[in-house]
C-alpha cells in the first residue's frame, strides 16, 4: 500500500468534509508528531495553557483544529457548528487528541463570550467569517481565520479596522506562508536575478473538482439549523448543494475557486511582486463544462495590470494538465530567466540567449500548515504581527475579489484603492460589499 504523504491528506481534506478523510488522513500523516504532543500535553501547567474555540467542524475546521494540537500548549475547551453530526466528529477528535469533551454551542456568539478561550479558530463558510471574527476581536480574542479574509472586500476592511482598534492578532489560513521552499523561491524573485519581471502567472488546473448535479431541494438534514447556517446570507430554499463544502460555488456564500485556490496563488505572486495594488483588472469566463446548479465559472481567466507587470489568473475545472504540465503553479517571467514554482517545489529556467543565470531544481519543503499555526501561537505571545496579518490577508483577498467584480459586472474595472471603490462601473462597485439579511449586520462597514 503506498504511504500517505502529507500533501495528500489536505486534498483529501479539501475534496471532502467528512471525518474520517480528512481528520483520519491527517493522523496518518502526522502520527508521532500527536503522540508527542499529546504527552507533552500533560506537563503543561494551567497558566501556559492557550485554548482555542472552533467556529466551524467540516473537513477544514478539524484539519486545522488537529493542527493546533501538534502544540502540546494547546488545548480545546468548546467547539461550534450548526450541524449536530460536525460537532460529534469534533468532540471525537478533542477526546482523541487531548482526553476530555469540550463543550458544544451552535451559535458561535455563545463560545467567543467564553473566558475559556484565548484563540478562536473560524473555518465557516466564507459569508460567516466576518462576523465571528469581529466578535472575536471585540472580546479580546485572538484569531485563526480561514481564507479569502471576507466573502466580499467590505467585510474584509471591516475585519481589519476591527483588529487595529482592538490590538488583536489575527493569521489568515493561507499556510504556504510559511512554506521554506515557497521563501527561498520568493527571496530568488527579490533578488532581481531574474532580471524585469514583466508577467506573472498563476493556475489552477483541477480535474478533481466539478459537477455536483441538480438535485431538488429538500428539508434541511435534522440536527440542522439551517437559519444559523444562512445567517447574514439572502433566505433560500434548502439545497444539498448550497450546504458543506460545495458552497463554494455559489455567490451567496463564496467566490468559486477565483477565492478558493486564487487566495493561495495570488498571495504567493504577490509575496513575490509587493503590495501594489492593480490598476485595471478584466475576467472573463464561465461554466463551459460542468452541468449542475452551481453558479460561479469552472472556467475563468483574470488579468491584472499593474504599473510595471502584468499578472494572470486562471482556473479550470475537470481538467488538469497545466502549463509546465503543472495542475497548479506559479510563474515570475523575467527577462533572464522564469521561476516556476508549485507545492513540490521550485525551478529556475534561464532564458536560452543568457547567460547570467544558471538552471536549478530546488527541493520540495514541508507540508507548511503546522508552521503556519505555530507561527500564530508565537505571535499571540509575542503581540507581534504573524506572517499572514490583517493588513497583507485584506489586500490578497482584495486582489482575489476584483477578479471576481470584473467577471460578474462583465466589463473591465477600474479600482480606486484608497476609498475601495470601483470608479468606472456601478454595477462592479455594488458587489465590493453585500446586503446583510435576516436581522444581522456588519459593523464598521464603509458601505452601511
Known sequence: ?????????????????????????????????????????KTISPNEKLYVGLIGCGGIGKVDLSTFFL???????????????????????????????????????KLIERKDVDIVIVATPDHWHALPTIYACEAGKDVYCEKPLGKTIDEGRAMLECA???????????????????????????????????????????????????????????????????GPAPKRPFNKNRFHFNFRWFWDYAGGLMTDWGVHLLNICLWGMGLETP???????????????SETPDTQVTVYEFANYVLIFEHQMLGGIGPNGKPHGMLFSGSEATLVIDDQGWEIIPEPKKKSVEKFVGE??????PAHVRNLLDCVKSREQPVENIEVAHFVSTVAHLGNLAFRSGSEIVWEANA?????????????????????????????
Not at 167 to 186: C, D, P, V
Not at 426 to 448: F, I, M, Q, T
Open 1 to 41: 500500500m503506498k504511504q500517505q504523504t502529507r500533501r495528500d491528506f489536505i486534498k483529501e481534506a479539501i475534496v471532502s468534509t467528512s471525518f474520517a478523510s480528512s481528520v483520519l488522513s491527517f493522523h496518518r500523516a502526522y502520527a508521532q508528531d500527536l503522540e508527542k504532543a499529546k504527552d507533552e500535553s
Open 71 to 109: 502544540n502540546p500548549e494547546v488545548d480545546c475547551s468548546v467547539v461550534c457548528d450548526v450541524d449536530d453530526a460536525m460537532l460529534g466528529e469534533a468532540v471525537k477528535l478533542v477526546e482523541a487528541q487531548r482526553g476530555h469533551k469540550p463543550d458544544t454551542v451552535k451559535d458561535f456568539r
Open 164 to 230: 487595529k482598534k482592538h490590538n488583536r492578532i489575527i493569521q489568515m489560513g493561507t499556510q504556504w506562508r510559511s512554506g521554506t521552499h515557497y521563501k527561498e523561491a520568493i527571496d530568488f524573485v527579490k533578488s532581481g536575478k531574474l532580471g524585469k519581471i514583466r508577467m506573472v502567472r498563476a493556475w489552477a488546473y483541477l480535474d478533481w473538482v466539478g459537477g455536483i448535479g441538480n438535485p431538488p431541494d429538500s428539508d434541511p438534514p435534522s440536527g440542522v439549523d439551517y437559519d444559523m447556517w444562512l
Open 279 to 293: 490598476k485595471r483588472v478584466s475576467s472573463m469566463g464561465g461554466k463551459w463544462v460542468v452541468d449542475d446548479n
Open 364 to 369: 520540495p519543503g514541508k507540508d507548511s500548515r
Open 420 to 448: 475601495e471603490k470601483v470608479i468606472n462601473n456601478p454595477k462592479a462597485d455594488e458587489l465590493v460589499g453585500c446586503e446583510y439579511h435576516n436581522g444581522w449586520k456588519l459593523p464598521y462597514s464603509r458601505r452601511g
